[in-house]
């Protein structure tokens, strides 16, 4: 096991109060209120912020709201759904971008609330002159690092120098 400082995702993280909107694009979309999720099938495109993902499935999952204790100025949302998303699964020629950073996968799963991603299915990732791969990443965005699983290898390109 190697751990390894964060190379991908910065944008996920939030702090308290902030709003993201996601985006999602597809073919088809099968939404269950039952089973608190929506399926997005064939050329899924997710956008939040700088971060673009695609797969063959993604699959949302939802949660009832936890009930908020105060708003700031005793403002009320205009539009109150009951539910927001705890966790969002990409399944099948998952491609991840954010800012210089890019990923591939067949896996991944980011847990909303620990703010975590799991990428697994052959799992590469690069960043600055740096490839990384192993069996299972873990990326903890809370604490800014990384894990790295199984058959780990890290390729350090080194930048030419200019002059």
Request: hydrophobic share 35%; net charge positive; with cysteine.
């Amino acid at each position: 096991m190697v751990v390894v400082g964060t190379v991908l995702f910065p944008v996920l993280g939030r702090g308290e109060g902030q709003k993201t909107t996601t985006v999602i694009t597809s073919k088809t979309m099968t939404a269950s209120s039952q089973k608190n999720q929506a399926i997005f099938r064939e050329n899924v495109k997710m956008v939040q912020e700088e971060l673009v993902v695609h797969s063959d499935i993604m699959i949302i999952y939802f949660k009832e709201k936890s009930p908020q204790t105060s708003s700031p100025a005793g403002q009320t949302a205009s539009r109150k759904t009951g539910k927001e998303i705890q966790f969002i699964e990409a399944k099948g020629n998952v491609k991840i971008i954010s800012g210089e950073s890019r990923a591939i996968c067949q896996h991944a799963l980011y847990d909303m609330q620990t703010e975590k991603i799991v990428l697994r299915g052959s799992p590469v990732v690069w960043q600055a002159g740096t490839r990384i791969s192993g069996l299972k990443m873990t990326m903890f965005l809370k604490e800014n690092r990384s894990v790295v699983e199984g058959d780990t290898r890290v390729i350090i390109e080194e930048a030419e120098e200019k002059e």
